[in-house]
């Protein structure tokens, strides 16, 4: 597996609006936009920084994993996203060490795949794996 980049580092926030307000007027960063991801029950705020951005993740739903994620551990880095230069490749390298994988397969969405190692095989660390398509 070939790993080219962190692609951004996802937080967990109860409120965007009031989380995005730390980001731009202390560290000086600049929103890109917010998106609403459906198939995540998330609303996602994108701040580029380099190379990489940094994602303001607030559930929509109470029931999704990232509301589940605040309610036991708090708001906070949620996961870290790093992008692959074939991902499928790298679901079958990881299935062939016995790495405990959340996704078995891809997921494709508007143009990238994406899939999550379980953070009991990574230390702690919930990982997505990215490949733009």
Known sequence: MKIKKINHVAVAV????????????VLGLKLDHIEDVESQHAKVAFFPC??????????????????????TRGPGIHHLCLEVDD??????????????????TALVLEGRKMAFIHPKSSGGVLIELYQLV
């Open 14 to 25: 109860e409120d965007i609006t009031q989380a995005a307000e730390f980001w731009e007027s």
């Open 50 to 71: 380099g190379d990489s951005e940094v994602e303001l993740v607030e559930p929509t739903d109470t029931e999704s994993g990232t509301a589940r994620f605040i309610q």
């Open 87 to 104: 991902l499928d490749k790298a679901l079958e390298e990881l299935k062939t060490k016995d790495i405990r994988l959340i996704n078995e």
